[in-house]
């Protein structure tokens, strides 16, 4: 876990941190960790030695070592490729072959620790056990605060060392104990008699060479844990958002469910080995994947004033660590039921968790990219909990076990519960889409349901965060933030080259075009939202709206601009890797000599909960750029910060469109904010190989979404 978040962050300043490169990095993670698994069961038939095991670790923690020289060499052969295929690539060349060495550890293990079939299950699920445990740690520890607070270098090269003394402390301990061979495996020393076996319990084995009926119930489950882990993120987005410690909540629960599921398996495997048991944890799971999208739809009401992290943590541990706990068990008990030979349970350990693996690589881009987006989240996850359950099904009525019947009523109740309306009193839904990126929805708002602010209207949301609001009177936006961004704005000429890095519902793209007459590229990552600025904003079609990630266009374009605009939310998430002191360099690099930046941000500025914006502004000015402050009307939680930075100082007081107040004009230089009422002696620049920014801004995120919440949701 530690190396994929690791690699995810070294390609962000280049490739973005967007869910398309979580996505390749966990495919690639995962497709690696496949190639490991069953390398490592072949391997552990002959070659099951410690000193291979110490090898092979050997090897992860010198790729590990060389991540930041290898990252930076494939973005450079592939900076020329498209987003998707130089994602993929990079991510594919720079995590695989790590993932393999990691992959081949646990069948290793598996076959060095066995010396009987009957403890094979509580073997390999402990084995299994210790790994996701671990991996639940690094998660925490690595993505919450060792890689924002210390940065990505310090975090690669002590992955590497701790990899590296695992090695060698062997090393030092099998030279000092060479005489009397006290490491020497089970296997090599045929002179020590192992003690009598119990009396094993009748197994009912399934059979090998039915590889299909086998090998079937590890796609299953390793398709299931993908699909739920992805769709009940997307289903807790639109009340939690999709930030970096909602994730990594996700993450942390997905993982501590296989790893209670491996830990329980493997001990009921040995304790109960029939063919049954396979089919009441099938069904079990079916049962839990069923109602997710009715706990997903009721839990976050019920725990609405709880802490948002606790709430999500709760709900997460009642809606996704049953079924995943359930699934996790599936390996582990295919691995005790198919092995027949001691000698072999370190290939079928590889076997399973490779044809595991496998379907959940299939599963996620499948589910992300064509499911959600086509079907949505409700019906997609009762089918898959149907399709978990069926096969135990038909089993179990044919044993005559009559608690299979169960499967029916659970997924009538289900079908039932699913809501059909669109529309409520108030909001008339125009447009819902559910994907990879996130829930898109365009929404006309009656005044009635935004309590009398400024909210009604037309508006955008990405995960239910307002991104635009348009007035279907007037066809322009009442939102301060856009007003005045084109105000200050207007101090530059006609036909000057504008970019803006987030499009939105295109408010700020329509001003600069058609009240500006600026010359426009718009920078968007979701296709969806470029479609529906047009089909619902009406989008002037002048504007060239560029589908890329922001970062990754301002690494790859050469053209110059005279005002850059960062507009960069996703819900009330700001990516660290666009607002980075590296992002605002190579910025300013495209600047015309008169040319200005314009960072929007979120108003808060003083306290703890306005560190971020206090960075913002530190980081602007640690580039050499001339920074100021523009603050919209209202208090922080209900204003904007715009950061004006510009190569040279320069002066509003003659705009093109002027701000008036009670039909009087308001002179932009006097609302800009005293910079020596801030204080910046807690403020960071931020860079890129300390990823912070996300971190610091969850007070504010969590502010923001809980007034979106008691607002909308």
């Known amino acids: ?251 942390g629960i997905t993982l501590l469910g296989l790893a209670i599921g491996y830990f329980a398996g493997g001990r009921i495997a040995d304790k109960f080995p029939q063919r049954s048991t396979l089919s009441i944890v099938l069904l079990g799971a079916s049962f839990f994947t069923m109602l997710m999208h009715v706990s997903s739809q009721r839990l976050p009401l019920l725990f609405a004033e709880f802490n948002p992290i606790l709430s999500l943590m709760i709900i997460c541990m009642l809606m996704i660590l049953p079924p995943l706990a359930l699934l996790g068990m599936i390996p582990t008990l295919l691995i005790r039921f198919i092995t027949s030979k001691i000698d072999d349970s370190g290939s079928t350990t590889g076997k399973v968790f490779t044809v595991s693996s496998v379907s959940g690589i299939i599963a996620l881009p499948l589910i992300g990219f064509w499911i959600i987006p086509e079907f949505g989240l409700t019906f997609p996850s009762i089918i898959i909990g149907i399709l978990i359950g069926i096969i135990p099904f038909i089993q179990l009525i044919k044993q005559k076990k009559h608690y299979g019947w169960i499967l029916l009523p659970t997924a009538i109740f289900s079908l039932l519960l699913t809501s059909n309306s669109k529309n409520v009193p108030g909001i008339n839904m125009q447009y819902l889409s559910e994907g990879l990126l996130g829930q898109v929805m365009v929404a006309d708002v009656d005044k009635a349901i935004s309590e009398g602010k400024d909210m009604n209207g037309r508006i955008l949301f990405v995960n239910r965060m307002g991104q635009s609001q348009l007035d279907l009177k007037t066809g322009s936006t009442r939102w301060n933030y856009s007003i005045f961004t084109s105000a200050v704005s207007s101090v530059l000429p006609e036909k000057s080259n504008a970019l803006i890095l987030g499009l939105g519902g295109g408010n700020v793209a329509n001003s600069f075009s058609y009240g500006l007459g600026f010359q426009v590229d718009a920078v968007e990552l979701d296709r969806r939202i470029a479609d529906v600025s047009k089909q619902y904003f009406a989008l002037n079609p002048t ?85 100021r402050i523009l603050p919209t009307p209202g208090n922080e939680s209900e204003r904007n910060s715009l950061f004006i930075a510009t190569k040279k100082p320069m002066a509003f007081h003659h705009v093109r469109t002027p701000l008036t107040h009670h039909g009087k004009e308001v002179g932009l230089d006097s609302l800009f904010l005293d910079p020596s009422t801030l204080n910046l002696s807690d403020a960071i620049i931020l860079a890129d190989d300390k990823p912070i920014l996300e971190l610091l801004n969850v007070a504010a995120s969590n502010k923001w979404r809980n007034d979106y919440n008691s607002t909308y949701n």
């Open 1 to 251: 876990m530690a190396v994929e978040l690791i690699g995810s962050k070294l390609i962000a300043p280049f490739y973005g941190n967007s869910l398309y490169v979580w996505t390749a990095i966990l495919c690639c993670c995962v497709s690696g960790l496949a190639l490991g698994y069953y390398s490592g069961g072949v391997l552990s038939r002959r070659y099951a030695t410690p000193k291979i095991l110490f090898s092979i670790l050997t090897v992860a923690a010198l790729l590990v070592f060389a991540l930041p020289y290898t990252s930076k060499a494939l973005i450079s052969i592939t900076s020329g490729m498209g987003l998707i295929s130089g994602i993929c690539i990079t991510g594919f060349t720079l995590m695989t072959p790590i993932m393999l060495c990691f992959g081949m550890v646990g069948p290793m293990v598996v076959k060095l620790m066995s010396s009987s079939i009957e403890s094979l299950g509580n073997i390999s699920g402990t084995t299994y056990f210790t790994s996701t445990a671990g991996g639940i740690l690094a998660t925490s520890v690595f993505g919450l605060y060792l890689i924002p607070m210390t940065g990505l270098n310090f975090c690669i090269y002590l992955t590497a060392t701790v990899l590296a003394m695992l090695p060698i402390t062997y090393t030092l301990v099998y030279l000092s104990a060479k005489k009397n061979k006290t490491f020497s495996s089970r296997s090599a020393n045929p002179a020590v008699e192992a003690p009598a076996p119990k009396k094993a319990k009748k197994v009912d084995r399934l059979g090998v060479s039915n590889s299909v009926s086998v090998y079937g119930f590890a796609v299953i489950e390793g398709a299931s844990v993908m699909a739920i882990e992805l769709i009940s993120a997307r289903m807790l987005a639109p009340w939690f958002g999709s930030s970096l410690p909602v994730w990594a909540t996700v993450i």
């Open 543 to 627: 504007v060239k709206v560029i589908v890329d990630d922001a970062r990754h266009y301002l690494e790859t374009t050469s053209k110059k601009y005279d005002l850059i605009f960062f507009d960069v939310f996703k819900g009330e998430v700001q990516p660290p890797h666009v607002l980075s002191v590296e992002a605002f360099r190579r910025a300013n690099s495209l600047l015309s000599e008169n040319g200005m930046i314009i960072v929007n941000l979120n108003g808060y500025l003083c306290g703890e909960i306005g560190k971020p914006g206090r960075s913002v502004y530190l980081t602007l000015k640690s580039v050499g750029l001339e920074t």
